[in-house]
């Protein structure tokens, strides 16, 4: 099982059309929780901007969210204009496979983008997705994620030490 990610970026804004480019990716499968929007649902500044730009660039997106919450991630999603999957059960294929559909492209043409390995960069790297790492916002986790969270941060300095 492939725990790394390919790629990691402090945070999502940072994810530049050039990144995108040099790795042949056309479109992003966006997480929610603490990738998009923090605990509170406060977006980053700049994630609209951001996304807007991309979009222009010739990015497709799409959300994945594991929250069954379906008006938050729908408002999310409404907020930066772009389809969502609520309910994603990642790290499984099926929600990944559900948004290839929407994206329209091959599994090699798309990065996803979160900050759990267990269910994001799991899931990617399964589908032979592209996988980019963020730093989650803020620290305040549902308590399931917060038991995830020691063992991700020692996989994630593993990963920082061999790319050393
Ligand atoms: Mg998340």
């Given amino acids: 099982m ?12 940072k994810i530049k ?5 040099k790795n042949n990716i056309k479109g992003l499968i966006l997480d929610v929780d ?5 605990y509170y649902k406060n977006f980053l500044e ?13 990015i497709k997106m799409c959300i994945l969210s594991n ?8 408002s999310v999603a409404q907020k930066l204009d772009i389809p969502y999957i609520f309910f994603g059960t990642k790290p499984l294929k ?9 994206l329209q492209l091959p599994s090699e043409n798309i990065a996803v983008v979160g900050d759990q390995i267990f ?10 997705m592209f996988s980019i790492l963020v730093d989650p916002i803020n620290q305040k986790d549902i308590w399931i994620t917060r038991l995830k969270r020691p063992i991700e941060e020692y996989i994630i300095k593993q990963y920082k030490n061999k790319n050393k």
């Fill in 17 to 21: 059309i050039e990144l995108l480019n």
């Fill in 34 to 38: 603490n990738t998009l929007i923090d």
């Fill in 94 to 102: 099926r929600g990944f496979k559900k948004a290839k559909t929407i």
């Fill in 67 to 74: 929250s069954n919450k379906k008006e938050k991630v729908q």
């Fill in 46 to 58: 700049g994630t609209e901007q951001w996304c807007e730009d991309l979009k222009k660039q010739g």
């Fill in 119 to 128: 269910t994001d960069i799991i899931g990617a790297n399964r589908c032979k």
């Fill in 2 to 13: 492939n725990l790394y990610p390919k790629e990691y970026v402090k945070d999502i804004r």
